[in-house]
């Protein structure tokens, strides 16, 4: 039973996400906040074939109340993210290689311990782009699933709506799961135009 649509809904995020090449077919995970708890991707399942049965719903200690199976690893992270800011109702984790890559590429030869904003040209920004992420953190390397990733990803995002994890990949939150889909949209589409205008800058 899926009476929202909104399991339906993250599992075909999830899935278009999967089909864009944002992320692999292990990686990656998304939720949406509801009035029952939070729905969540499931660990251990193919991200390109999730069905709204897959779906797992969990209230705010990370117990499943629904579903079966065990809920993403970043499970906390998503809780965190939705307990600083309530305007947000969807989060999108995806490991995307270009993404990741240039960040990196970024940040290389400064000090990363903390946070910084990611080196982007006013010229790298589309409008819509600028509205869907406000800006973009480039945050250290931390493991997944842990407290620590929790803490860095959800602080970052008081202010952002995207960040991007070295090694790890990029966070987006938004107001539903399509606006989320949207906003990893627009991110890939302003590191796309900063890698094209280094190449032909």
């Known amino acids: 039973m899926d009476p929202t649509g909104r399991a339906s809904e993250l599992a075909e995020v999830m899935r278009i996400a999967y089909e864009r090449g944002y992320t692999t077919g292990a990686g990656g995970n998304a939720s949406a906040l509801t009035d029952e708890g939070i729905l969540i991707t499931p660990s251990g399942k193919f991200k390109g074939r999730l069905r709204a049965e897959d779906i797992l719903l969990i209230d705010r200690q990370g117990r499943v109340l629904k ?9 906390r992270l998503h809780l965190r993210i939705y307990e600083i800011r309530p305007d947000v109702g969807a989060v999108l984790h995806c490991h995307h290689p270009m993404v990741t890559g240039l960040a990196t590429s970024m940040v290389k030869g400064l000090e990363i311990g903390r946070e910084v904003l990611a080196p982007l040209s006013e010229s790298d920004w589309t409008e819509e782009a600028r509205i869907m992420l406000k800006d973009v953190k480039i ?13 860095i ?9 995207a960040v991007v994890v070295l090694r790890h990949g990029a966070f987006v939150a938004s107001k539903d799961p399509w606006l989320a889909l949207s906003a990893m949209d627009s991110l890939a589409e302003v590191f796309t135009i900063n890698m094209i205008r280094r190449l032909v800058g």
């Open 67 to 75: 579903g079966e199976g065990k809920p993403s690893s970043e499970w």
């Open 139 to 151: 945050l250290p390397w931390r493991p997944y699933g842990t407290e620590e990733l929790a803490e």
């Open 153 to 161: 990803v959800s602080e970052a995002m008081r202010e952002v709506n």
